[in-house]
C-alpha cells in the first residue's frame, strides 16, 4: 500500500505546475470505480454547469444507462460544442441525453409482490380504534407501490447500468431513491414481517447475500435473518445465508476497520469502526462534495475529507455534527477517527444473532466462536463507551498522538465525546441480551429522558434539531422494551405514541410517509441536508407497522395532535 500512495502523488504532482505538500497523506484501502460511472460523473458536472444545481439532483445522471456501448457514447459527449467556461449549450445537452441516456425508471419495472394480500389475516391484532387501522391499512398498501424488480434489459447487458442487477424483487425506499439501500432494507423487513409477506421479505435477504462478495457489509443482515426465521421457521435460509454472516463480521473486524484500545487497567479492547474504501468525490453527489472540498489547499487533504464523508454516509448517518470536530464546518468530518457506538452495539448484536443461527443448524464450533466474541465485545463496549456520570454510552475519538509502535490506543476519559446523540442509546438493543443490570438500564433511562433528545414527537438526533430518523425510534423503544423495566417499558410506549402519532397526523395532512420527521412539533415532516424530504418511505412504513404491531391503538386513544 506504502508504493501505491507514493505512486500515485508522484503521478499527480507530474500533472501539476508546482508540486504541493502535504502535511498528511490519506491512506487506506481504496476500491477503484468503474469507467462508466467515471464518465457518467463527467455528465453530472456538465448538467449541473448547463440546467445549473436548483433545476437537477445530480444523483439523477450516475443512476442512468447507455443506450449505445460506452466508446461510442464517450466520443459522442465529447464532441459536444463546447462554451468558454467548458459547459455545453442546453439544446445540444438535451440531445445528447435523449440520443445516448435511458432515465433510471427504466431499470426497475413494477411488479406485483406475490404475497401482498389487501388485509393479511392476523393484521396488527392490537390496534382497535378504526381510523388508525384504517391508515394503517394504506401503510401496508404502499409495499405495492414501491415494489420493484431489475428489469430484464439490464440483466441482459449489466455493462450499460450502474444499477446492480439483482435476481429477486425489492422494496424501494421511494422517490429519489429508486434502488436497494441496505440500511433501509432491516425495517423494511420489519414491517413486511407485520404485513405477512414473507417472502417478499426472504427475497430482499437473498439479494443481499448475493451482494456480499463484491460490495459494502452494514452489520444488519444476521438480525434480518433472525426476524425471518422467528416467524417462518425457515432452517434452509438460515444455512444458505450463514457463510455471508461470516463474511461480513469478518469485514468488519479485521483491517482498517478493527482498532484496538488499551483500558485503564491495562486490558486490550477491539472495536470497530466505520472507513468507506474510497477517496473520491462520492459519484451520486460528485459536483457537491468537489465544492465541499474546493476551500481545502491540496489533492491529498481533499482525498481525505472524501473518505471521510463517504464513511459518514456509509454510517447511515451521513452529515451529522456527530462526525465533525467543529459542528459547523462539514470540512472538518472525522469518521474514521472516531470508534461509534452504535455500529459496536450492531456488531455485539451480530455475533449473538450468529450464534443463535449457528446452534439452529448444529454449527456448535461456530456458535461457541460468537458466544464468546459478543462477551468480548459486550465488555469492550463498557469500558471504552460507558459513562456512568452521563448514564450513556459515548463515542471515543481517536487521536494519531495516542497510538503506539503496534497502533494500539490508549483510552483516555477526555477522548469520550460528551455530547448527547440518539446513538448513545443503541446499546439498549443488546445491553439486555447479555447482562440483568437494571440499575444501569435506569439511569440510562433516566439519562434518555433528561437529554434533551425526547422531543413532542420523538427522539431528535442530535441537539442541533429537528430531524428524528425511523431507525434510531424502532432501535431505542425496542432497547427499552428489551429490560423488563416497567419504568423503561413506560417510556417505550410513550416514544412509541409520539412518533404514531406525528406519523398519522403528517399522513392525513399531506397524504404520504416521509423518510424523516420533525420532532421538535407533531404532524411535521423533516427537511434540510443535501436533498429534498423525500417520500414512500421504505423504512418508515416499517416502522410505523413494527409498533403497531407491538403496541397496537386502543379505541379511545387520542389519535390526533
Known amino acids: 500500500m506504502g508504493k501505491a500512495i507514493i505512486f500515485m502523488i508522484f503521478t499527480m504532482s507530474m500533472n501539476m505546475i508546482k508540486a504541493e505538500t502535504c502535511k498528511s497523506v490519506d491512506k487506506g484501502p481504496v476500491i477503484p470505480t468503474t469507467p462508466l460511472v467515471i464518465f457518467l460523473e463527467k455528465v453530472q458536472e456538465v448538467a449541473l454547469q448547463t440546467y445549473g444545481h436548483k433545476r437537477v439532483d445530480a444523483k439523477l445522471f450516475v443512476d442512468m444507462s447507455l443506450r449505445k456501448n460506452l466508446s461510442e457514447t464517450i466520443?459522442?459527449?465529447?464532441?459536444?460544442?463546447?462554451?468558454?467556461?467548458?459547459?455545453?449549450?442546453?439544446?445540444?445537452l438535451d440531445g445528447f441525453i435523449g440520443s445516448y441516456l435511458s432515465s433510471p425508471d427504466e431499470d426497475l419495472v413494477y411488479v406485483e409482490p406475490v404475497d401482498f394480500v389487501a388485509e393479511p389475516e392476523g393484521f396488527l391484532p392490537k390496534v382497535k380504534n378504526s381510523e388508525v387501522r384504517a391508515w394503517a391499512l394504506e401503510v401496508h398498501s404502499l409495499w405495492k407501490n414501491l415494489s420493484r424488480k431489475v428489469a430484464d434489459h439490464v440483466l441482459e447487458k449489466p455493462e450499460l447500468y450502474t444499477l446492480l442487477p439483482l435476481k429477486n424483487p425489492v422494496i424501494i425506499p421511494g422517490s429519489r431513491f429508486k434502488e436497494?439501500?441496505?440500511?433501509?432494507?432491516?425495517?423494511?423487513?420489519?414491517?413486511?414481517?407485520?404485513s405477512k409477506m414473507y417472502e417478499t421479505a426472504k427475497g430482499i435477504v437473498t439479494n443481499l447475500v448475493s451482494l456480499i462478495d463484491q460490495f459494502g457489509y452494514p452489520p444488519v443482515l444476521a438480525a434480518m435473518i433472525v426476524d425471518i426465521f422467528n416467524q417462518t421457521g425457515d432452517l434452509d435460509l438460515v444455512r444458505r445465508s450463514l457463510p455471508a454472516l461470516l463474511k461480513e463480521n469478518h469485514f468488519w473486524n479485521s483491517g482498517i476497520h478493527k482498532v484496538t484500545i488499551q483500558d485503564?487497567?491495562?486490558s486490550n479492547h477491539s472495536l470497530s469502526r466505520y472507513y468507506a474504501m474510497w477517496n473520491k468525490p462520492r459519484p451520486e453527489s460528485s459536483t457537491i462534495d468537489s465544492e465541499t472540498a474546493s476551500v481545502l489547499p491540496n489533492i491529498c487533504e481533499k482525498r481525505e475529507l472524501y473518505r471521510e464523508l463517504a464513511s459518514a454516509a456509509e454510517s447511515g448517518w451521513d452529515f451529522s455534527s456527530r462526525w465533525m470536530s467543529n459542528g459547523s464546518d462539514l470540512t472538518t468530518t472525522s469518521t474514521t477517527s472516531i470508534l461509534p457506538v452504535d455500529l459496536n452495539a450492531f456488531l455485539l448484536k451480530m455475533e449473538l444473532d450468529i450464534a443463535f443461527l449457528a446452534n439452529l443448524v448444529g454449527e456448535s464450533s461456530t456458535a461457541s466462536h460468537f458466544t464468546e466474541a459478543a462477551q468480548n465485545r459486550q465488555k469492550a463496549i463498557n469500558c471504552i463507551f460507558w459513562n456512568a456520570e452521563m448514564g450513556q454510552w459515548l463515542d471515543y475519538w481517536l487521536s494519531n498522538s495516542e497510538t503506539s509502535e503496534v497502533d494500539i490506543y490508549k483510552w483516555e476519559d477526555l477522548h469520550q465525546n460528551k455530547k448527547s446523540f440518539a446513538s448513545n442509546f443503541v446499546p439498549l438493543w443488546t445491553e439486555n441480551s447479555c447482562s440483568d443490570n437494571n440499575i444501569k438500564t435506569q439511569k440510562v433511562v433516566q439519562s434518555l429522558m433528561s437529554s434533551g433528545l425526547l422531543q413532542p414527537a420523538g427522539i431528535a438526533m442530535t441537539l442541533d434539531f429537528p430531524n428524528g430518523w425511523p431507525p434510531l425510534q424502532h432501535i431505542i423503544i425496542e432497547g427499552?422494551?428489551?429490560?423488563?423495566?416497567?419504568?423503561a417499558r413506560t417510556l417505550a410506549k410513550d416514544i412509541a405514541i409520539r412518533w404514531l402519532r406525528t406519523n398519522y397526523v403528517t399522513y392525513k395532512k399531506t397524504g404520504a410517509m416521509y423518510e424523516k420527521y420533525d420532532v421538535t412539533k407533531c404532524g411535521a415532516y423533516g427537511g434540510g441536508g443535501e436533498y429534498m424530504s423525500q417520500t414512500g418511505f421504505g423504512w418508515s412504513n416499517g416502522v410505523v407497522l413494527a409498533l403497531l404491531e407491538e403496541f397496537g391503538w386502543p379505541e379511545d386513544l387520542k389519535n390526533d395532535c
Request: glycine content about 10%; overall charge neutral; cysteine-free.
Open 75 to 92: 466520443e459522442a459527449f465529447n464532441k459536444l460544442p463546447r462554451i468558454v467556461n467548458g459547459s455545453v449549450s442546453k439544446s445540444d
Open 264 to 266: 485503564a487497567q491495562g
Open 480 to 487: 427499552l422494551l428489551k429490560s423488563g423495566l416497567e419504568e
Open 180 to 194: 436497494v439501500y441496505y440500511w433501509d432494507s432491516y425495517w423494511v423487513i420489519r414491517g413486511l414481517l407485520a
